[in-house]
């Protein structure tokens, strides 16, 4: 097969040509339909991830058609239209009892603890856990660009958040994972409030639902303008990028009681949470990370009534070689939307 390989972390990658996975007695093999262009994958390219093993074909957000099946899988079939959550559960320990296959306990996750999908074929494990089918409406493209920004972002607003009609929701950073949370936000009926240091990023918020926005280059005080603008601070708050000032700020423009949500990843940081507010106002600091495939369900119903439509974050639609650059200058927070691999 087709992939895209690296041999040492913050090198440049190459296309290079790999043997064909076979699939796990569990699991199935996935013929590659598209495949998202993650920050996750960037974090694992410079070298933030411990599970990742030299040399490494990187990928976590994919969609496609089953290619081969274990010979213990019951559910699934060849040729089948599937998508997976970026964290797989093992189904035997307490996490996957209690049905958080998203902290599993003995998780894995393709393009980290395994080679992922920037390839023409994927391995994925225990697949009768942890595959989710798609229905016909939805192509690849915009199936991969729900795998790990929009499903978290779901998670975050609905299942940790806890968002309710007429709430405040504050978003800061407005890539795939906090468009897509103000997408999720405004469908629940919230009002948002939406965070970045890009204009561009700030007019498809408000294309998104946005019903205010603010710069974070041209305002000293972030979390005060939110505490202003919603008298008296966001009931909800998400950290959707992954840095000491967003963090703070987040937490920061809260209201009393109010919840903050970190979603965006930091390997390298750890932040001053400011304790003495979060104490006097009984304010809540939540983690999220991914959802489990028995929640898909609530999530593609919302879909396929029109409720979300994810299609509209997608930007670029880039080949598998283009992906090489994409990666390599996740950092550099160029683009705009959700870039998604369409050709192998």
């Known amino acids: 097969m087709k992939a895209v390989l690296y041999e040492a972390f913050s090198t440049p990658p190459q296309i290079v040509t790999l043997p064909d996975p076979a699939p796990e007695p569990d699991g199935v093999v996935v013929r590659v339909g598209a495949t998202g262009v ?58 996957c009892h209690a049905g958080h296959q998203q902290v599993c306990d003995h998780q894995f996750q393709p393009g980290f ?31 991969a660009s729900l795998g790990c920004r929009f499903v978290t972002s779901f998670r975050a607003v609905v299942d940790q958040a806890r968002t309710t009609p007429g709430q405040w929701v504050a978003v800061h950073g407005c890539g795939g994972v906090g468009l897509s949370a103000i997408m999720i936000a405004r469908a629940l009926g919230a009002q948002v409030v939406a ?48 840095s000491v000032v967003t963090c703070v700020n987040s937490i920061n423009s809260l209201r009393k009681r109010g919840r903050h949500i970190q979603v965006g990843l930091m390997p390298d940081t750890a932040p001053p949470v400011p304790m003495g507010r979060v104490i006097s106002h009984e304010l809540e600091i939540l983690g999220s990370h991914g959802m489990q495939a028995h929640r898909y369900g609530a999530m593609l119903a919302m879909i396929e009534a029109g409720t979300l439509k994810p299609e509209l974050l997608v930007g670029q639609k880039i080949t598998l070689a283009q992906s090489i650059d994409a990666l390599m200058g996740m950092d550099r927070f160029e683009g705009v939307g959700v870039t998604v691999v369409t050709e192998f």
């Open 38 to 95: 993650c920050r996750s994958d960037w974090h694992g390219w410079v070298g933030h991830d411990p599970d990742i093993a030299l040399p490494h074909v990187p990928g976590h957000e994919l969609a496609g058609t089953i290619e081969a099946v274990g010979r213990h899988v019951t559910r699934w079939k060849v040729g089948q239209r599937v998508t997976v959550p970026f964290v797989g559960g093992c189904g035997a320990c307490p996490e």
């Open 113 to 143: 603890t395994h080679w992922g999908s920037f390839a023409e074929f994927v391995s994925i494990h225990r697949a009768d856990l942890n595959l989710v089918a798609l229905p016909d409406s939805l192509n690849f493209a915009t199936a």
């Open 195 to 242: 965070v970045d240091i890009s204009d561009r990023a700030l007019g498809l918020a408000r294309a998104l639902g946005a019903v205010a926005t603010i710069n974070a280059r041209q305002v000293d005080d972030v979390a005060g303008a939110i505490r202003d603008l919603t008298r008296g601070g966001a009931h909800v708050s998400l950290d959707a990028l992954g």
